[in-house]
């Protein structure tokens, strides 16, 4: 009998964002932009071979710089970028950005060669050494302007500690039982810890979670409108 145990948190925002205002400085300061200066990775493409870049989390934008390059996400996976020359022996210097599913942003000058030195980059490998200095925190829109790294940081932690304070909100069928193991709130955002076991004799893997907002008790003869709620994170454990 096949049994399947799959963990995973999820973070819903509900209409409780404060609403800060911030006053204008009547005195204006002006600072040199090269401080804020990113330093870029430098990088070799090829016509006839292609390089890939695994980065430590989803892709989610792709930016080139111009259109002497190719580049796509490997599918199924989505951390792993697929970049090329679309043209032979070009002598300028272009570039490209990518921004990635924990808020980091990276980005990278490119130089044409017929024998690049590397063709395989681990972006996860250099991180470690040069985050200060090459990779820069960016902020989403869903994420009302949190940190994309805390929110992942708060969710890895969770899974880790992983303590059941929820006992009693479950339901199983069929050999698959579903429960909620424990709820936090941070900054106005919801982190659920969700639980799935898996005792029957199919294997199968989570696809997606509905979330849905609905009424207890429905009145005869009134409308029942049922609410989606849409996850702004998942997190699976690698």
Request: charged share 25%.
């Amino acid at each position: 009998m096949n049994k399947i145990k799959r963990h995973y948190l999820t973070t819903v925002v509900f209409l409780l964002l404060t609403v800060r205002a911030l006053a204008q400085d009547s005195i204006f300061t002006y600072l040199p932009l090269e401080e804020a200066r990113l330093q870029p990775y430098k990088m070799q493409v090829t016509y006839n071979k292609t390089s890939h870049l695994v980065f430590p989390s989803p892709i989610r934008y792709v930016d080139l710089g111009s259109d002497l390059l190719v580049a796509n996400k490997a599918e199924p996976v989505g951390n792993v970028l697929r970049i090329k020359s679309a043209v032979r022996d070009f002598e300028d210097e272009t570039n490209f950005s990518v921004i990635t599913e924990d808020g980091k942003f990276y980005s990278f000058d490119v130089f044409y060669s017929s024998y690049p030195d590397a063709l395989s980059y681990d972006l996860l490998k250099m991180q470690r050494s040069h985050e200060r200095q090459y990779i820069a925190d960016v902020l989403f829109e869903d994420l009302r302007g949190s940190s994309s790294s805390l929110a992942e940081l708060i969710m890895e932690n969770l899974y880790e500690k992983s303590s059941n304070t929820i006992k009693h909100i479950s339901s199983r069928s069929y050999g698959i039982q579903f429960s909620v193991r424990a709820l936090h709130v941070n900054d106005s955002k919801f982190f659920f810890t969700l639980e799935v076991k898996n005792s029957s004799n199919v294997s199968y893997e989570i696809d997606l979670v509905n979330f849905k907002i609905i009424d207890k008790k429905n009145l005869k003869r009134t409308v029942v409108q049922d609410k989606l709620l849409e996850p702004i994170r998942v997190y699976f454990h690698q």
